[in-house]
């Protein structure tokens, strides 16, 4: 029992002919091979169908799946409303996912508002799943589960899927996989979304990753050529690659396509048997936890403090004392500190003062190490589970200056605030992507809420002494 198929496949309204009017033709390639992935599911008789969809609910630090007994949806909002689905949800298999979530403190569930209507994540795939049924003269009369994505890290996602095997097998349950998402959408000047040189590299990657079923290597994936690329289907395939974890399977790659400016992709993969050297997430967590242990041997004393003062906080609720064995150059010193947590490669918090608020520097990182874990209003609170995947960052910041000229910038040197009638932005030097000054001032600008063409902006510039990986 449990997952025993599964397929990557995109999700263009336009491939629906209803939609399309004509239109579709310009991607037979991908519809052909859609239909025979969809084949592929129905020949399987699962009994559930798990739709993961970029375009379902989304929370930042939550995977929602959505709830109740039906659902229903239709493609009105792209002009063609006589194309309409209605589904069955799988509440038991929900229930059990949800259920083993809350078991592990793991961010997942049902809670949350949801639209109630399916989205075009899903209905195309619906649309091309109803067909093959209907070719194989059977009633489609499996149920469905759909799953959103979240803004949790590659790891979380593929644990997501890892869940949804172990309630399949809980329950019994013959499961196909359905993993829904386009490629980069930057990958034509005359496309929709324009030409960014990362677009055909991460097309090219990820045709090769999911062609091979190289599924560990979906985790190594850097998050910076995905953003840029401007993909939505990364994180779906990731969910199904950990619902296919430790088992081997027999992979076909039907097409790739790029006519439209965006990438759409079709693989397909059947389960064979167990393999143990298919448990990519186990073999991720160790080659992390050798590099987070190599990190800690080299961490300074900045480090060490910003480390300690978050840990002792999740594990008691207390603000951390300044130890007895701090260096002089920290409780001498006052200076404005910026504390930036990553996991997993992505950022996972970062708080900070531009000039000094404590009577010690000591005393600045302790507080802004605190805040960045626990009161940064992008992320959720810091959960002791956490705390050996995190690596620490601490910057302490010279005094600004101020800047007659943008020509004075340098963002590799240079951070940056721009202010203008009480409104603050301030961006670090030398951060990855940031290559340029009109970057860093977009940016900044963007934080402080200043339009990018308002005049009187106040610059200044900054230097910073960065404690942490390169």
């Not at 129905?42 to 559930?48: C, H, L, R």
Request: aromatic share 8%; charged share 25%; hydrophobic share 35%.
């Amino acid at each position: 029992m449990s997952v025993i198929r599964g397929i990557m496949v995109p999700h263009p309204p336009m491939i629906v002919p209803a939609v399309g009017k004509g239109s579709e033709k310009t991607i037979e390639l991908t519809a052909g091979s859609y239909e025979k992935a969809a084949d592929f599911i129905v020949a399987s008789d699962p009994e559930t169908i798990v739709i993961s969809s970029p375009h379902a609910t989304m929370y930042s630090d939550y995977f929602h799946i959505s709830p109740g007994k039906h659902a229903a949806g239709s493609f009105a909002g792209f002009g063609a409303p006589q194309e309409k689905y209605s589904i069955d949800y799988d509440e038991e298999l929900v229930s059990v996912i949800a259920a083993l979530a809350e078991e592990e403190g793991f961010s997942a569930g049902v809670d949350g508002e949801c639209d109630p209507l399916l989205d075009h994540g899903v209905m195309v795939p619906l649309y091309f799943i109803k067909k093959a049924y209907e070719k194989a003269g059977k009633e489609m009369n499996c149920r469905f589960v759909r799953v959103g994505l979240s803004g949790l890290s590659f790891p979380e996602h593929y644990r997501l899927g890892q869940m949804i095997a172990e309630a399949a097998d809980k329950l019994e349950r013959r499961v196909a996989f359905v993993a829904s998402g386009d490629l980069s959408h930057k990958l034509q000047e005359n496309g929709p979304y324009g030409l960014a040189p990362e677009g055909p590299v991460y097309d090219s990657k990820i045709m090769d990753v999911m062609g091979r079923a190289g599924f560990g290597e979906l985790l190594e994936f850097d998050g910076r050529l995905c953003d840029r690329a401007a993909e939505c289907g990364h994180r779906s395939f990731i969910i199904m690659a950990g619902a296919l974890d430790g088992m081997a399977v027999k992979q076909e790659k039907l097409s790739h396509e790029d006519v439209t400016g965006v990438g759409y992709g079709v693989c397909t993969y059947e389960v064979t048997a167990p393999d143990a050297s298919r448990k990519f997430l186990d073999a991720y967590k160790e080659k992390q936890a050798k590099k987070i242990e190599k990190l800690r041997s080299g961490e300074d004393y900045y480090l060490v403090l910003a480390r300690t003062a978050l840990e002792y906080y999740v594990l008691t609720g207390i603000v951390l004392e300044i130890p007895s064995d701090v260096p002089e150059e920290m409780l001498d010193r006052k200076a404005g500190a910026f504390v930036s947590l990553h996991k997993n490669g992505e950022l996972r918090g970062c708080i900070g003062t531009t000039g000094p608020t404590r009577d010690s520097l000591a005393d600045e990182i302790i507080h802004n190490a605190v805040s960045a874990g626990i009161h940064d209003p992008r992320f959720s609170p810091v959960r002791k589970s956490e705390l050996l995947d995190l690596e620490y960052n601490v910057d302490v910041l010279s005094d600004p200056e101020p800047v007659a000229s943008p020509d004075e910038l340098d963002p590799k040197k240079y951070g940056v605030i721009v202010s203008k009638e009480g409104r603050r932005g301030l961006l670090l030097p030398d951060l990855p992507g940031i290559d340029t000054v009109e970057e860093q001032l977009d940016i900044a600008k963007r934080k402080a809420g200043i339009s990018p063409m308002e005049a009187g902006v106040k610059l200044e510039r900054f230097t910073v002494e960065r404690h942490g990986a390169e």
